[in-house]
Nanobody
Framework: QLQLVESGGDLVQPGGSLRLSCATS????????IAWFRQAPGKEREGVSCISSSGDRTNYADSVKGRFTISRENTKKTVYLQMNSLKPEDTAVYYC???????????????????????WGQGTQVTVSS
């Protein structure tokens, strides 16, 4: 079973940047769609961004469009979330999630619903505060 390990969370000032990493136990390109979710205290887990199994499609929540970028580096078996112009409301535990998608019709699809994903990492804390 695919294992996911997040890292890169930290305390950062508003307007700053962070890059989160999701290291996977094997290559996900062509096999798994990967997503980033976040959960703030007292709130529901929400989808932030995803990348399709093929890598050809990405999606973003409206709240992070233009600020966050998801990418996959196949040689390092890692999916990144570059976060710029961070705001206090971005404070949350960030989770990496995966779902196997190898059927040709689903290679270029990814969603931001947590019900879509079957595998989860343990999370990394991001705090945006002055």
């Amino acid at each position: 079973q695919l294992q996911l390990v997040e890292s890169g969370g930290d305390l950062v000032q508003p307007g700053g940047s962070l890059r989160l990493s999701c290291a996977t136990s094997r290559s996900t390109s062509g096999y798994y769609a990967i997503a980033w979710f976040r959960q703030a205290p007292g709130k529901e887990r929400e989808g932030v961004s995803c990348i399709s199994s093929s890598g050809d499609r990405t999606n973003y929540a409206d709240s992070v469009k233009g600020r966050f970028t998801i990418s996959r580096e196949n040689t390092k078996k890692t999916v990144y979330l570059q976060m710029n112009s961070l705001k206090p409301e971005d404070t949350a535990v960030y989770y990496c999630a995966a779902v196997m998608r190898t059927v040709p019709g689903l290679l270029n699809v990814c969603g931001l619903s947590k019900n879509w994903y079957t595998l989860w990492g343990q999370g990394t804390q991001v705090t945006v505060s002055s």
